[in-house]
């Protein structure tokens, strides 16, 4: 059986880096306030850019959350490739949420977009279309098309994409992250349900998010 882990994401090694080698100067000048502020720093950026293992539900018909944090919305939006409505399932990170991103679906990169733009809070409803952004388009094995939006935040000034068109990826794999607080939008194609409410907890790669419809 294999043990359960807890990592850091490899793009989390330079802020950690610096943060570290500063308090450690600092303390070698006697700056006992600022060495104390940088190993704060070293902290929160330990605990930031934690990557966890997960374990993530089997089975055909299941779709998982794509990014720890809170359930914000449930409802139909302009599906970011198409235009056209489709639910939507839209998820909010704050600064101490994991910020690991996952596939929800086994299936292949089949587009990506990505739009620069502002930085107002990810959990006001204008942040879908005027925040800097990056859009994936996934086909799963049934052939159903997914969309999926990493939106940078009030804070966020940095959205990291680990896939090309055409990469395949298994249900619950990483594909990037979003620096400091953030959200992530799924689009669900036609015949899925969600499976969580407004207001509920999720976590990457683990929560159930939608699910087929079997009737």
């Known amino acids: 059986m294999r043990k359960p882990s807890i990592g850091i994401t490899p793009e989390g090694a330079p802020c950690i880096g610096l943060c570290a080698l500063a308090a450690l100067v600092f303390a070698v000048l006697d700056s006992g306030i600022l060495a104390l502020v940088f190993l704060a720093l070293t902290v929160f950026s330990c605990i930031f850019f934690r990557d966890p293992e997960r374990i993530v539900p089997q089975g055909s018909g299941l779709a998982v959350s794509p990014a720890d944090g809170k359930v914000i919305k449930v409802t139909a939006m302009p599906d ?45 409803d204008k942040a879908s279309y005027d925040n800097e952004r990056c859009a994936y388009q996934i086909e799963d094995a049934n052939g159903g098309t997914w969309s999926m939006v990493q939106i940078a935040g009030l804070v966020a000034r940095r959205i990291v994409c680990r896939v090309d068109i055409g990469d395949s990826l298994a249900r619950g794999e990483r594909f990037g992250l979003i620096k400091f607080g953030s959200r992530v939008d799924l689009y669900l194609p036609d015949g899925y349900e969600p499976q969580v409410r407004v207001g509920q907890t999720v976590l990457a790669g683990q929560t159930v998010l939608a699910a087929a419809n079997k009737s």
Do not use: Q, W
Not at 90 to 98: A, G
Not at 105 to 119: C, L, M, N, P, S
């Open 80 to 124: 970011p490739f198409t235009g056209k409505p489709r639910l939507c399932v839209c998820v909010f990170m704050n600064v101490f949420n994991v910020h690991v991103n996952r596939s929800p679906v086994e299936g292949r990169v089949t587009d990506i977009a990505y739009h620069a733009g502002k930085f107002f809070n990810a959990s006001l």
